[in-house]
């Protein structure tokens, strides 16, 4: 082969590379990333700061994943809520007053954390101890830090308190969560299965008044009924309830397991959940706002009981 031969055999060499080599370079993955911020809220009224300990809270999280790729969302039972799901974790900055505190979590998926903060009102039956002091009534300034999969982390600054209630309900509709007693019939029925024609107001000739049973979480300081100080004595004495405006008899508000009435407590309760008892007193049918009070002024979520006529 001549000088010449094999300088247009370079050339053309050169070119079939040239042509080839876009092809067979492969770009690097790309890095994952967990969120760049995060958003904390009361898990049942998606209410932001102030945060209640005793209540279990949900994170959210954007420009990123608390995941890595692949990786599916899972799902905790109580007792057995880690506190490190799979590399992912929520810490609070201010446990006791002077260390911090992995808390334990209860579900996680690339964009929401859910999880619970300790309370301190009842350090002997807190099951993952206490946290933000010990002095009831007392607020805090909190630092949530919540790592990623990939051990990047995210942090946001609330305000953490002893009170600050919501109340659980069923997107779409607002129903309430929870049951309706028949003290006549002894039916109970879920509250968001009521449409105006079940679940009566009041029972004329039954033994007792007809009840609801609602879910709410953030309100731990305000048990009342039951083994603890009765309603009218409890912690935060001037908690209530109103349908449609009009206040009514609260029977019990606290821990599933303290409940006297236990037949009303609604299936699959936890821990971080609170249990209130109330006696209906209207005597027309409609379409109610339910609303928690606390010294006569709304606080939380207002959410609908639905009610049928008088049995």
Known sequence: MTRLDMRAAARRLAVLLLLLLPGMLVAPAAAHAGPTSVSIVNSASFAGSPLARGALLTAFGSGGSFLLPGSPSQSYSFPSWPTNAGGVQVYINNCTLSTGKYLPILYVSPTQINFYLPNSFDPAREVFGTCAGSTPGTSFTSTFTITSQDGTTASTTLTTTTFRPGVFFEPGTNKAQGLHYDAWTGALTDLRSCNGSNCPVYGEYAPTSNRIA??????????????????????????????????????????????????????????????????????????????????????????????????
Do not use: K, W
């Open 214 to 311: 609602v879910l709410t979480t953030g309100g731990e300081g305000a048990s009342c009924g039951g083994p603890r100080a009765a309603c009218t004595n409890g912690f935060f004495s001037g908690v209530g309830f109103r349908l449609g405006g009009s206040q009514q008899r609260l029977l019990y508000h606290g821990p599933p397991g303290d409940n006297p009435y236990s037949y009303l407590n609604p299936p699959g309760t936890t821990l971080g959940q609170d249990v209130a008892i109330i006696d209906i007193t209207l005597g027309t049918a409609g379409t109610y706002t339910l609303q928690m009070t606390y010294n006569g002024a709304v606080t939380g979520n207002t959410t609908n009981v639905v009610l049928g006529p008088p049995n």
